[in-house]
């Protein structure tokens, strides 16, 4: 088969493009389509590929202002000519299902989430714009609600990351998704028992993660806290941060790695689609303090990994710290890494291969995975 692999932007190496990773590895020949690439960000197994671009990235400051060009990304997905294609693998959190696959040709959708800032964290994101921005975004969004809702009957297959993302495309585009949660390249971390008395909170600094939270409990507690990231809330967060917390900034891989050996835990206070970096903590063998909602709920246990608080506020937070301090000694890092492998990247390319397989055999998609090693009971011991 010809395979087409669609994504919304490369242009960095978070969890979707390390997804299109596993999917250039499962699908050596296909061929890649997307709105605009900053190659030198990008990892060199997606590199080896021919790779498409639509017209947006034409337009200025593309491979820095390529949101502002979010009205325009529906027009130039129907660009793409897809037809000699006989299979099409659309990669969604912007818009990217939105392709027109050849008559005959299968399309199967990885959906890490439906478009945020038109569906769930829709007024979230319009409250953080300004007057001018806000009158103009409502009739954009109303717009791309509609064809986003249109587009799901374009996909043959959705594949969701996660329970709490297959619940949203059940509500947005009424269609159903079978669950493979995302890649995770577990090798790279060892666990370890050791820690320096910090806590951990790494990932993109923006305000659905939450870290002006965690900033708020330790600089109240005088826990020592250690964050990793960039984003709109770092310049606050190091104006906001206190004596015990050290604002690291973005970092290269190999300190984060360093840091998740180093922590005594992770602090992991947002709601997530999903959840990489928790599931790259407990591969450390570090436990996981978690807002109860969302993504966390599907891969930390209670008790066993981690624990949960489950309001947003510096007290709760400070209370489940509270709590783990005086459990830690429950916490086994070799029974958490055991747990964490479950979310290994050769699991999730056995299984999404699986899917596909499935399908083009004519097998429904549950019986291709009947065998999901995550789908069985947690035994920890």
């Not at 717009?143 to 249109?150: C, E, I, K, P, S």
């Amino acid at each position: 088969m010809r395979v087409a692999i669609v994504h919304y932007w490369l242009v960095t190496m978070r969890g979707g493009e390390k997804v299109v990773a596993e999917l250039c590895r499962l699908w050596p020949g296909a061929d890649l389509f997307t709105h605009v690439i900053v190659p030198e960000r990008i990892d060199p197994e997606i590199l080896k590929h021919r790779i498409t671009t639509s017209f947006v990235a034409r337009l200025p400051f593309a491979k820095t202002r390529y949101k502002t060009y979010l009205p325009l990304m529906p027009l130039a997905l129907e660009e793409f000519d897809l037809s000699g294609y006989d299979l099409v693998i659309s990669s969604e959190a912007g818009p990217a299902k939105g392709v027109v696959p050849a008559p005959g040709a299968l399309h199967v959708c990885y959906v890490h989430s439906p478009m945020r800032y038109v569906w769930n964290m829709y007024h979230a994101y319009r409250a953080q714009l300004g007057g001018a921005g806000r009158l103009l975004w409502s009739p954009v969004a109303h717009y791309l609600r509609g064809w986003d809702h249109q587009t799901a009957a374009r996909v043959d297959v959705f594949v969701a990351n996660s329970d709490n993302v297959a619940a949203r495309i059940r509500r947005y585009w009424g269609r159903d998704a079978t669950v493979i949660h995302p890649p995770v390249a577990v090798g790279d971390f060892a666990p370890t028992a050791a820690h320096d008395g910090t806590y951990l909170l790494a990932g993109q600094l923006v305000g659905y993660k939450r870290a002006d939270l965690a900033v708020e409990a330790f600089n109240r507690s005088g826990r020592r806290l250690v964050v990793i990231g960039d984003g709109e809330q770092l310049k606050d967060l190091r104006r906001t941060a206190g004596p015990t917390v050290e604002i690291l900034g973005p970092q290269p891989f190999p300190v984060l790695r360093d840091r998740l050996a180093r922590c005594r835990a992770l602090v992991f206070p947002g709601e997530e689609d999903f959840g990489i970096v928790p599931v790259e903590a407990m591969a450390s063998g570090k436990p996981v303090i978690a807002y109860g909602r969302g993504g966390a709920l599907e891969t930390v246990v209670e008790g066993r990994t981690g624990l949960f608080f489950h309001r947003q506020t510096p007290d709760d937070l400070n209370a489940a710290l509270d709590r783990f301090e005086a459990e830690a000694t429950a916490f086994d890092p070799a029974a958490i890494a055991r747990h964490a492998a479950r979310f290994d990247a050769s699991v999730f390319r056995e299984r999404f291969a699986a899917v596909v397989d499935g399908v083009v055999r004519g097998r429904s998609v549950p019986d291709a995975i009947r065998s999901d090693p995550t789908a069985e009971p947690i035994a920890l011991d």
